[in-house]
Each structure stands twice: as structure tokens, then as C-alpha cells.
């Protein structure tokens, strides 16, 4: 079985852990703060903040912005939806802006026909690496005087007009989790040019406890994962825990083991940041080499697989493989799984936000929720594998059933 998701693992990584165990707190602060600065020199950006996970990054922005219950915010209708809650927890009003499905991203029109006399801020995620029109967006919210908030959890080195996203609106957040572009096992970065925002929050960072302990033991429990996906017990446990339906129970046991090994509102690491470093380094060269290898699969792609349009706006940064498959996705996820591809579809790829919200005029979001799929595509991919995924994609083009 072709797994969806593999975490990258240096033999630098458990090295960096070990040597945090013996450093003192004053060089893991040191090191944690050349990778912010390192952060924002790469995004052309004035401020970065290193942060516990992209989420406690989104929440630290809403909080600094002064966004305050009864607040409208605009989201996009198609996305994580764990961070809805996060914003629902503040008492902010959620109104979704429907997104465009040939490129799962929402639109300067989509956001300004939501726009109303209490919206106080615009929330937009860079969906799957492909930059949405950050500028004209900015614009819109320059004239209404509100913020715009960028969510680049999946668009680290994208860029517009020769400008990385995450530098156009008020704030940005990017994701450090182990399944994002730079895996540090954990964390988020928060990034901003308002130097009154960045001091106020970094006055909540630095006051947070620093403890190495939930980063390492998430650095030694995904070690052990990994080790699991690499070995052939791997896709017999697959074809047990996808037994049934449409599988979404093995989905849900790993979110929720995932989950619990999440690092609360604690200080971001030294050995986090020393292997942020080096992977910072290496990110447009991961980008340059999967966005190859996404053409290459996305190329050929034939009715009634849609590809998805990613560079109408600007230069894409490489998150996940996806597609659009305009029949059953369920049916299609049996046949991958009898073919030994692991094939996310549904909520596994993402969500239906706007319905998540109760609100159900966005066509779009449903049709990009019904039709999304995602196939294995990361470094560490044998040339094998991508081959015959690549053939077995292209044996059902025509043949819609
Ligand atoms: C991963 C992700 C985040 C942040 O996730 P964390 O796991 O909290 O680091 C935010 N938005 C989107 C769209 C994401 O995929």
C-alpha cells in the first residue's frame, strides 16, 4: 500500500533533540530566534514569531488584531474545519465566502459580495500551496479599514508579483506540523509588518513556559510512526482499519492520536528551530521538485478527473496532490485502495466549511468537497510508486461509473 502521508526524517533530527537535552535554555532561545529572523528575511516580511502550532498562531492574531465577540469575519467556504471553533470560541460571527472550484480558492467577488456593515476582518487561505488573489483582496480590505489574515499553513514560498504570500495582509500564519512544507514535529510561525502587533504578542510568547518535553516526545513518538509506515505491517493494518464503507475510521483514530500529542500554549523549541534551519533552507528546492512532479501527474489528467488550476494568480508553493474527480469518490477510493494507493477523499482531503456552518449557498465549496481527492505525493516517493500511480490515474480517465 502507497501511503498518503509520510513525515520526513533526517538522521540531523534526533541529533538536534538530543543536543536541546544538554544545551542551556539561553542558546535554545538564541536558536529559536535566528530561525525567526531567518523566517522573515526569507518571506521579505519584518516579523516573525515562532508559535506552539498554526492554530495557536491564527489564535494569537485574532487576539492581537482586537477582534471581539459579535464580530463578523470572513472565512473561506472551503478549509481546515478545526479552525472554525477556534474563531467560534471568541464569539466572532463566521460568514463564508464561497470559493472558485476549479481552483479550491475564494475570490475578490466571492469576498466582497459577503462584505456588510459588520464585517471586521477578512480571514483567506492560500488553498493547497496555490496563492489566492492576495492583492486584490488586500485592496478590499484597505478600503473597508478591516484586516486580512493569511493562512499560509499550505503556501510556505509561494509568491505573487515576485513577493512571498504571507507579507500582503495584516498578519499571516504558516504551520510547522510534520505533514507541512517545513516539519519542525510541531509549531507555527506567526508573521506581520505592524510592529505594534508583533510586540504585543511577542510579550505573550515570552512570557510562555519553555519546555523541551511535549516537542520531544512528539519527535520520538512520529520517529515511531514513521518507522511503522515504512514496514509491510503497515498496509495490512490499512486494509483492516479501512474494512467497510468509505474508511474514515482509520482517518479518525489517527487525528485523534495526532491530536493528543499537539503541544498546548508552550514556548516553541530550540531543537524545533535548529531543524526549521535546516529546512528553510531547502524549501524552494522541495517546492521546485514536487510542483514537477504535481504537473507531471496533473498533466495528463483526463475527464472526469479535473486538475486543479494553481497558477492563474502567481508562482504555487507544494502541499498535497489534488485533484478533482467528477463521480464517485467513494467508489474511486476502493478501487485505489485495491490498486495499493491510499486515496484521501472528503473530509480527508478538506472541508465543507459553509455547510459546516449552516449556511448553504456556496456551489462551489460543495462541489470541490464532493468531487476533491488526494493522492501520495511527497519526497521520499519511490520513482516505482509515482509511476504506477500515475498509470493507474490514467486508466480511468473516460470511464466515469
Ligand atoms: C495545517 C493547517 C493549519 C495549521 O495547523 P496546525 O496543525 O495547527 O499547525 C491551518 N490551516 C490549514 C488550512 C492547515 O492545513
Known amino acids: ?120 476582518g477578512i480571514f483567506v487561505v492560500h488553498m493547497f500551496g496555490a496563492p489566492c488573489d492576495i492583492v486584490g483582496l488586500c485592496a478590499l480590505a484597505q478600503k473597508r479599514g478591516i484586516p486580512l489574515i493569511e493562512d499560509c499553513a499550505h503556501a510556505l514560498g509561494a509568491m505573487v508579483g515576485g513577493r512571498r504570500v504571507g507579507s500582503f495582509g495584516s498578519a499571516a500564519l504558516f504551520s510547522l506540523e510534520v505533514n507541512k512544507a517545513v516539519a519542525t514535529f510541531g509549531g507555527g510561525m506567526l508573521a506581520t509588518n505592524d510592529a505594534a502587533l508583533a510586540r504585543s504578542i511577542g510579550r505573550v510568547l515570552d512570557a510562555r513556559p519553555r519546555t523541551e518535553w511535549p516537542a520531544a516526545r512528539k519527535a520520538v513518538l512520529k520517529h515511531a510512526e514513521e518507522l511503522l509506515v515504512r514496514s509491510p505491517l503497515y498496509g495490512l493494518l490499512l486494509r483492516l482499519l479501512l474494512g467497510g464503507g468509505g474508511g474514515s475510521r482509520f482517518e479518525r483514530l489517527y487525528r485523534r492520536l495526532h491530536d493528543r500529542v499537539r503541544a498546548g500554549h508552550v514556548a516553541y523549541c530550540g531543537f524545533q528551530a535548529r531543524i526549521g534551519l535546516r529546512r528553510l533552507r531547502d524549501v524552494d528546492a522541495r517546492n521546485a521538485r514536487l510542483n514537477q512532479r504535481w504537473n507531471e501527474l496533473s498533466g495528463g489528467l483526463l475527464a ?98
Open 304 to 401: 472526469p478527473f479535473v486538475p486543479v488550476c494553481r497558477d492563474e494568480i502567481g508562482m504555487p508553493a507544494f502541499y498535497n496532490f489534488v485533484a478533482r474527480y467528477d463521480g464517485d469518490v467513494v467508489k474511486l477510493r476502493r478501487q485505489a485502495r485495491d490498486a495499493g494507493i491510499d486515496l484521501g477523499v472528503g473530509s480527508e482531503v478538506m472541508d465543507n466549511t459553509a455547510a459546516l456552518l449552516g449556511q448553504h449557498d456556496c456551489p462551489g465549496a460543495a462541489t470541490a468537497f464532493a468531487s476533491a481527492i488526494q493522492c501520495p505525493l511527497y519526497d521520499g516517493l519511490a520513482d516505482a510508486r509515482f509511476l504506477h500511480m500515475k498509470r493507474w490515474l490514467r486508466s480511468l480517465a473516460g470511464t466515469r461509473s
Open 1 to 120: 500500500m502507497i501511503p498518503r502521508r509520510r513525515i520526513r526524517l533526517d538522521l540531523g533530527d534526533a541529533a538536534d533533540v538530543l543536543a536541546a537535552a544538554w544545551s542551556a535554555e539561553a542558546a535554545n532561545r538564541a536558536d529559536v530566534a535566528r530561525f525567526e529572523q531567518a523566517f522573515a528575511a526569507y518571506l521579505g516580511c519584518r516579523h516573525a514569531r515562532a508559535t506552539a502550532s498554526g492554530r495557536d498562531a491564527l489564535e494569537l492574531i485574532l487576539d492581537g488584531l482586537g477582534l471581539v465577540p459579535g464580530d463578523e469575519l470572513i472565512v473561506p467556504a472551503y478549509t481546515l474545519g478545526e479552525l472554525l471553533p477556534l474563531m467560534q470560541a471568541r464569539g466572532l460571527r463566521l460568514v463564508a465566502a464561497d470559493v472558485d472550484p476549479r481552483t479550491l480558492n475564494v475570490t475578490t467577488d466571492s469576498v466582497a459580495a459577503c462584505l456588510g456593515a459588520d464585517t471586521r
